[in-house]
C-alpha cells in the first residue's frame, strides 16, 4: 500500500500564494505520474495538474501561468506552486500518485486525504 501524506493547504486571499505538499510512502518500486485534482463544493472532482517522470507537465487551461508542479523523485514528494490565486480556485486539492511495488506489477492509483484551499476576496 501507498500512503500520500498532503499539507500546505488554507485560507489566502486573492492574488496571493499558496504551495502545497505530497509526499509519497510505503510499498514504492518507482512512480510513473504524479498530479493534482481539486473538487468544488457542488462540482465534479477535477484534473488540476500532472507532471511524469521524466518531467513533462499538464496542466487545466484555468491554471495555466499561474500554477506550477514540480516533484523530487528521490524524496516521492510532488508540489504545486499557486501564485494568483483567485475565489474560483477554492477548492478541496487531492494529490494523485501512480506508482507501482515492484518491476512486474501494475500500475496503481493512489489519492491523498484532501487538502482545502480556500481564497476570499
Known amino acids: 500500500q501507498v500512503q500520500l501524506v498532503e499539507s500546505g493547504g488554507g485560507l489566502v486571499q486573492a492574488g496571493g500564494s499558496l504551495r502545497l505538499s505530497c509526499v509519497a510512502s510505503g510499498v514504492i518500486f518507482s512512480i510513473s505520474s504524479m498530479g493534482w485534482y481539486r473538487q468544488a463544493p457542488g462540482k465534479q472532482r477535477e484534473l488540476v495538474t500532472t507532471?511524469?517522470?521524466?518531467?513533462?507537465?499538464n496542466y487545466a487551461d484555468s491554471v495555466k501561468g499561474r500554477f506550477t508542479i514540480s516533484r523530487d523523485n528521490a524524496k516521492d514528494t510532488v508540489y504545486l506552486q499557486m501564485n494568483s490565486l483567485k475565489p474560483e480556485d477554492t477548492a478541496v486539492y487531492y494529490c494523485?500518485?501512480?506508482?507501482?511495488?515492484?518491476?512486474?506489477?501494475?500500475?496503481?492509483?493512489?489519492w491523498g486525504q484532501g487538502t482545502q484551499v480556500t481564497v476570499s476576496l
Open positions: 494523485n500518485v501512480r506508482s507501482r511495488k515492484s518491476l512486474f506489477s501494475p500500475f496503481l492509483d493512489y
Open positions: 507532471i511524469t517522470s521524466g518531467g513533462a507537465t
